[in-house]
C-alpha cells in the first residue's frame, strides 16, 4: 500500500512525516514548496505566502505531476489546501493509478462542488467553518456517486500540530480510521486481533515457567524412573510443546508484520506481487488452493471474510466477518 500525503500550507514538517509513519505502508509527501522546510511561525504567514506564491491551481499541478511520477496504486490523503487539490484531481485520476481519496477540512472544495470522483472519496469536514456553512456544503456533496461526507466535531486544522485547533483525540481517533481494518487485515482476509497468537498473553506464562522449570532442572528430576513423579514420564513431550508456547506469539499484525508472526506465506507473496492490497481484489479466490493451509483451524472463513470485505468495503466490513476458528462456527 502507497500514500501519498498532500499537506497543508505549512508544506512538508516532521508532524505529517510521523502521521505518515503511522499508516501501513509506504508514503511520500507532495506540498506545494516542493520540499522546502518554510518553518511558519504562525498560520497567517503560511495563508499569505501560500495565495501570493503558489496558489491551488499551481498545487493541482505539482500533485498531478506526483502522482503520474508515482507507482500506483496510492491513497492520496490531502489536508486543508491539500485537500482541495486532491478533490479536483479526484475526478480526473486514473483508477489504476488511484485507490481512494481522502480529504481534511478542504474549505476550497466549496468552489469545486461540480466535481465528480472516479474513485472512492472521503470529505471528512471540520464541525464550522468562518466562510461557509459546512451542513449546506455537506448536503450538496453527500449525493455524489463515490462520495462520503463526514461531519467531525472538530474544528478546522485538527489533524495538524502546528494549528491551534490542533486536537490531540481527534488526530489518534482519524488516524485509526484511515488504517480502519486494513493494518489489521491480513491479505487472506484474516481479522489479526481473532487469532489465538496475536498479543496472546500466555506466551510470557509459558516463557516464566519454561525458565523456572530449567533452573530447577526438572528434566533430569523427571527423567528418574521411579514411583514417585511417575506421571513425568511424558515431560520431553511436555517441554517441547511448552518451548513453542514460549515462542507462540506474534506482535505484529500480518500486513506491517512481514507475514504471520513475521513469516510470509504463499498468499501474502502473491498479493504482493500483483500489487493487490488483499485477495479481495483478486477474481480467483473461490478456486484459488492456497488458502487450503487455512482450512484445517479456520474452514471457509478467510473467503468468507473477502466476500464481505467486497460488499461492504475495508473500511466497514469488520462487523460482518466469521469467526476465527471452526469450534468457534458452531
Not at 508532524?15 to 503511522?22: D, I, S, V
Not at 486536537?167 to 481473532?194: F, Q, S
Request: charge should be negative.
Amino acid at each position: 500500500m502507497r500514500n501519498i500525503l498532500v499537506s497543508d500550507i505549512f508544506g512538508k514538517t516532521p508532524a505529517l512525516t510521523e502521521l505518515g509513519n503511522e499508516l501501513p505502508g509506504t508514503f511520500e509527501i507532495v506540498d506545494p514548496y516542493c520540499g522546502l522546510s518554510m518553518e511558519f511561525k504562525e498560520e497567517s504567514a503560511a495563508y499569505q505566502y501560500f495565495t501570493e506564491n503558489v496558489g491551488l491551481d499551481r498545487y493541482c499541478e505539482i500533485l498531478s505531476k506526483k502522482i503520474d511520477e508515482t507507482p500506483g496504486p496510492v491513497t492520496l490523503i490531502g489536508f486543508s489546501a491539500g485537500a482541495s487539490a486532491a478533490w479536483r484531481l479526484s475526478e480526473t485520476v486514473s483508477p489504476e493509478k488511484v485507490r481512494r481519496v481522502v480529504c481534511f477540512y478542504g474549505s476550497q472544495i466549496r468552489n469545486w462542488c461540480t466535481t465528480s470522483p472516479v474513485v472512492p472519496t472521503d470529505l471528512v469536514f471540520a464541525r464550522k467553518e468562518l466562510r461557509f456553512s459546512v451542513t449546506e456544503l455537506a448536503d450538496d456533496l453527500s449525493g455524489k456517486k463515490n462520495v462520503r461526507v463526514h461531519r467531525s466535531t472538530y474544528l478546522h486544522g485538527f489533524m495538524n500540530p502546528a494549528s491551534l485547533n490542533f486536537n490531540e483525540a481527534a488526530y489518534a481517533g482519524y488516524i485509526h480510521w484511515l488504517t480502519g481494518g486494513l493494518a489489521e487485515t491480513a491479505y487472506c482476509g484474516i481479522y489479526c486481533p481473532d487469532c489465538i497468537r496475536y498479543n496472546n498473553r500466555f506466551e510470557s506464562h509459558a516463557q516464566h515457567l519454561k525458565e523456572e522449570l530449567e533452573k530447577a532442572a526438572f528434566h533430569e528430576y523427571a527423567a528418574v524412573d521411579s514411583p514417585f513423579g511417575a506421571n513425568f514420564s511424558h515431560y520431553n513431550e511436555f517441554s517441547e510443546v511448552l518451548g513453542a508456547l514460549a515462542e507462540s506469539g506474534c506482535k505484529k499484525p500480518c500486513r506491517v508484520g512481514g507475514g504471520c508472526s513475521g513469516i510470509p506465506c504463499k498468499i501474502m507473496e502473491c498479493c504482493l506481487s500483483r500489487k493487490y492490497e488483499g485477495c479481495w481484489e483478486c477474481d480467483e479466490v473461490d478456486a484459488c488452493d492456497k488458502f487450503d493451509l487455512l482450512e484445517p483451524r479456520c474452514g471457509e472463513m478467510p473467503k468468507n471474510n473477502i466476500r464481505a470485505i467486497k460488499q461492504h468495503g475495508i473500511h466497514d466490513w469488520i462487523a460482518f466477518r466469521e469467526p476465527f476458528y471452526i469450534w468457534q462456527q458452531t
